[in-house]
Every structure is written in C-alpha cells, then in structure tokens.
C-alpha cells in the first residue's frame, strides 16, 4: 500500500489542538517543548488554552499548527508508520518537508513565523479578502476573476472539484464574490484570514522569504514531495526553495496535487493533525482512496492502516 501524509493550513487551528497528543505521548510533548524553546513563548499553553484572538494571528498560527502536525507525524512513526510521498496546503508544505528530512524542525517551526509576518505585513489590514467559491467550475472562476472592473482578484486555491478560492484587493474581490452568486455558485464565503495569500499581493512577501529560505540548510528530501505551486514531485534542493517562494504569490493546485499523487500510486492518505480540512477535499477529488485523518486518534488511525 502507497501512503502518503498530508498535511493542514491555516484555518484548521483551533484552541486545544494537540492537547490531548501531549497528554498519550512523550514524542508530541517534545515536539511542543522544541517548539517553545525555538520561539521563545509557550506553543503549547497558547495550542492547548489561546485565547482565539492570539492563536489566530497569522505569525503565531502557523508555527502553532506545524507543530501540532509534527508532532503527530513523530507518533505515527514511532509506531512504524511511513509515508511514501509527502504534500502539505499551503503552511502545510512546511510541515510536508520536515517530514521529508528537507528541513530540521527548529528551522521550519522560526521559519513559518517569520513568513506570517511577511504576509501580514504585505497588505495592510483590511486591504485584501479571500472567499471560497462553491458549485462553480475553476474555468468559471477565473472567467468571473477576470470579468472584475474594481480592482485585482485571483484564483489563489483549486482545492477540489467545485471549490476554489480566490484572494486579490477586497473591492475586488466582494465583486467577484457578487459575480458568482449571480452565475449560481451554491455558497460564496468570505474567509477569516488576515492576509490574501497565492497571489500577486504577495510579491513583495515571496521575494523576503527567498532571503529567508537562503539563510536555511536544506537537504535533499528522504521521501518524495509533491509542492503546492506545480503539482509536481520535487527531488532536489533548489526545486523545493524555489517552489517555497512561487508558492506564496501564486495559486495552489492542491486538486492537481492528489491527483498526481494518485497517479503514482497512492492509495491511502494519512491527514496530521490539526483538522479534517483535506480529508474532505480528497474524498471530493477521489471518493475510491482511502482517507484517513489523525484528528480520530492515533490508535484508530494505526488499526485502519494496518487492516489495509
């Protein structure tokens, strides 16, 4: 059986996730205490107990949910898990080449917080928007992206079949958003993010990470990684750097993501936790697959994968 681990994003945060990770297992409380020492603050005081507010904040939320992921990642292998190929959405990508031996932990985990001050430093509060778009076609959206008069928006998510995201200026986008509704979209959500990520807004905030990313030893990766920017399996050190950067001003192709996967020959996910987000999506994009979410219990998820 070909698994792969996949990993979360932002939005999948929620006050205590990992909580009850630490509570059965010693490789969780040491990601979490690895975690604290590199940031300086208590990752596992503000995962467990918030408030919402601060965990929330992009700049604490993502090293926030790596860690949770790494941590269940590090049980899952201590109990003889092994994935065949890695992928993350979005933030996730991050967690993905931990796993793939790319990059060390401490790196990624002071990494991720730096990125969430780049993005939100990229546009002013309040200036940009994402929304997920739901019942359209991806075609469909980009036409109504392009149709837009006000102001720029963008595809930034092709998440599954029937839903895609899109993030640009926020006049722009509640333009679209109209636009879609007008062309039949089932529901038109505006998202709770603080910055509008995969687009061109984030030019300024990809071309700081690159310095950053410069800054890092990357290895070679131990396990195939399939990036978010091509949906493509990455081997080599320049590759995944590169792909780190065009991500952040470019649309994810998380749908083309799992499906390449699946042409490899993967037959089962395996979603870290936190959250169900992708296990939802990969059931749109392949109801044959087994999916499989850590977010159930370690134990569950080890006796499904054994059972096959």
Same mark, same amino acid.
């Given at each position: 059986?070909?698994?792969?681990?996949?990993?979360?994003?932002?939005?999948?945060?929620?006050?205590?996730?990992?909580?009850?990770?630490?509570?059965?297992?010693?490789?969780?409380?040491?990601?979490?205490?690895?975690?604290?020492?590199?940031?300086?603050?208590?990752?596992?005081?503000?995962?467990?107990?918030?408030?919402?507010?601060?965990?929330?904040?992009?700049?604490? !939320?993502?090293?926030?949910?790596? !860690?949770?992921?790494?941590?269940?990642?590090?049980?899952?292998?201590?109990?003889?898990?092994?994935?065949?190929?890695?992928?993350?959405?979005?933030?996730?990508?991050?967690?993905?080449?931990?796993?793939?031996?790319?990059?060390?932990?401490?790196?990624?985990?002071?990494?991720?917080?730096?990125?969430?001050?780049?993005?939100?430093?990229?546009?002013?509060?309040?200036?940009?928007?994402?929304?997920?778009?739901?019942?359209?076609?991806?075609?469909?959206?980009?036409?109504?992206?392009?149709?837009?008069?006000?102001?720029?928006?963008?595809?930034?998510?092709?998440?599954?079949?029937?839903?895609?995201?899109?993030?640009?200026?926020?006049?722009?986008?509640?333009?679209?958003?109209?636009?879609?509704?007008?062309?039949?979209?089932?529901?038109?959500?505006?998202?709770?993010?603080?910055?509008?990520?995969?687009?061109?807004?984030?030019?300024?905030?990809?071309?700081?990470?690159?310095?950053?990313?410069?800054?890092?030893?990357?290895?070679?990766?131990?396990?195939?990684?399939?990036?978010?920017?091509?949906?493509?399996?990455?081997?080599?050190?320049?590759?995944?750097?590169?792909?780190?950067?065009?991500?952040?001003?470019?649309?994810?192709?998380?749908?083309?993501?799992?499906?390449?996967?699946?042409?490899?020959?993967?037959? !089962?996910?395996?979603?870290?936790?936190?959250?169900?987000?992708?296990?939802?999506?990969?059931?749109?994009?392949?109801?044959?697959?087994?999916?499989?979410?850590?977010?159930?219990?370690?134990?569950?998820?080890?006796?499904?994968?054994?059972?096959?």
């Amino acid at each position: 059986m070909n698994i792969a681990f996949v990993f979360p994003g932002q939005g999948s945060q929620y006050v205590g996730m990992g909580k009850v990770l630490c509570e059965g297992f010693g490789e969780a409380r040491e990601t979490f205490r690895e975690a604290s020492d590199a940031l300086g603050y208590d990752v596992a005081e503000l995962c467990f107990h918030g408030p919402k507010d601060e965990l929330n904040r992009t700049f604490r !939320t993502q090293p926030s949910i790596l !860690t949770v992921s790494i941590a269940t990642e590090r049980v899952l292998r201590a109990k003889g898990i092994r994935p065949s190929v890695v992928a993350g959405h979005s933030l996730g990508e991050y967690a993905a080449l931990v796993a793939a031996g790319v990059l060390s932990f401490r790196d990624a985990v002071v990494l991720t917080e730096k990125r969430g001050r780049l993005m939100q430093d990229a546009v002013p509060e309040g200036r940009g928007l994402m929304a997920a778009v739901l019942g359209l076609g991806r075609e469909q959206v980009d036409r109504i992206c392009l149709s837009v008069t006000s102001g720029y928006v963008t595809a930034a998510n092709y998440n599954c079949p029937g839903q895609t995201v899109i993030a640009g200026e926020r006049e722009a986008v509640e333009e679209a958003m109209t636009l879609a509704r007008e062309a039949g979209a089932k529901r038109v959500i505006a998202l709770a993010v603080s910055a509008p990520s995969h687009c061109a807004l984030m030019i300024e905030a990809s071309t700081k990470l690159a310095d950053e990313l410069n800054r890092i030893r990357f290895n070679p990766p131990d396990v195939p990684v399939v990036n978010n920017a091509d949906a493509m399996f990455l081997n080599t050190v320049g590759s995944i750097k590169a792909s780190l950067v065009k991500q952040l001003d470019s649309p994810l192709l998380w749908e083309d993501s799992v499906r390449a996967m699946i042409d490899a020959g993967v037959t !089962t996910f395996v979603e870290m936790c936190p959250g169900r987000v992708l296990s939802g999506l990969i059931k749109r994009i392949d109801p044959g697959v087994t999916v499989l979410s850590a977010e159930d219990g370690i134990e569950q998820t080890l006796a499904r994968i054994k059972n096959g």
